[in-house]
């Protein structure tokens, strides 16, 4: 089984400054690791994804993510953050194979970005 | 085009109603998804489509009954819900079920309020 662990519920930060979304995760197999962005009254849309390959990996709107396979850790950063940035922000895990494509989300990171 | 559509965006209904939730995508998606979200909390999987055909059911109440007329639609037909069932429902396709690497893309959601 898997989970995911999001250890901040909430993130204020300062306009320019930058952040860190923290997520760490527990499997007994291999997954593959993702970072979704839910904007207020909105579904979910993907900011970046770790398959395989480079541990740093680069996605929409800036944002990256390092995929830290001894810590079990898939830290979202930002290095200067807008206030269209604030959102709940969700990491989650499926693993490599087997069964179906099922997403295990953590509980979610609320980044309020004040100017 | 990356866009998955749902309607209505809102629904109020009563405990003894029947009423439908729409889902679609025009991206030749063939896995879809229902996930079923409280306030604060993350998306939870409620059913999966594969192929037209029902793939997963999390144990979900029969009062939901989802329906996939064709490869482009998913519907979720409720009845006889309780006020614990007032949430956000998103729907999310893939390429595929399997394959975990394959990205969801999530609709906006309909906001469900049972009184």
């Known amino acids: 089984a898997q989970s995911v662990t999001q250890l901040d519920s909430q993130v204020p930060v300062f306009e320019e400054a930058p952040v860190e979304l923290r997520c760490n995760y527990s499997s007994s197999v291999s997954v593959y690791l993702f970072w979704y962005v839910q904007y207020p009254n909105q579904g979910l849309q993907l900011l970046l994804k770790?398959?395989?390959?480079?541990?740093l990996v680069k996605g929409i709107n800036g944002f990256e993510a390092e995929f830290n396979k001894s810590q079990t850790s898939f830290h979202l950063r930002k290095p200067s953050v807008h206030i269209s940035d604030t959102a709940e922000y969700f990491c989650?895990?499926?693993?490599?194979?087997?069964?179906?494509?099922?997403?295990?989300f953590g509980a979610g990171t609320r980044l309020a970005v004040h100017p | 085009d990356t866009e998955v559509t749902q309607t209505p965006k809102h629904l109020v209904m009563g405990m003894t109603n029947k009423k439908s939730l729409k889902c679609e995508q025009h991206?030749?998606?063939?896995?879809m998804y229902w996930y079923k979200q409280k306030a604060k909390k993350p998306p939870e999987l409620m059913f999966v489509?594969?192929?037209?055909?029902?793939?997963i059911n999390e144990s979900v109440p029969s009062r939901f009954s989802p329906e996939c007329p064709n490869s482009s639609l998913l519907n979720l037909h409720l009845h006889a819900l309780q006020p614990e069932d007032s949430a956000l429902y998103l729907c999310a396709s893939s390429q595929a079920a399997s394959g975990n690497q394959e990205t969801q893309y999530f609709g906006p959601g309909t906001r469900l309020l049972v009184l």
């Open positions: 991206m030749g998606h063939r896995a």
């Open positions: 770790y398959l395989s390959g480079s541990t």
């Open positions: 989650a895990v499926t693993p490599l194979s087997g069964g179906y494509n099922k997403l295990i």
């Open positions: 489509y594969s192929y037209e055909k029902l793939s």
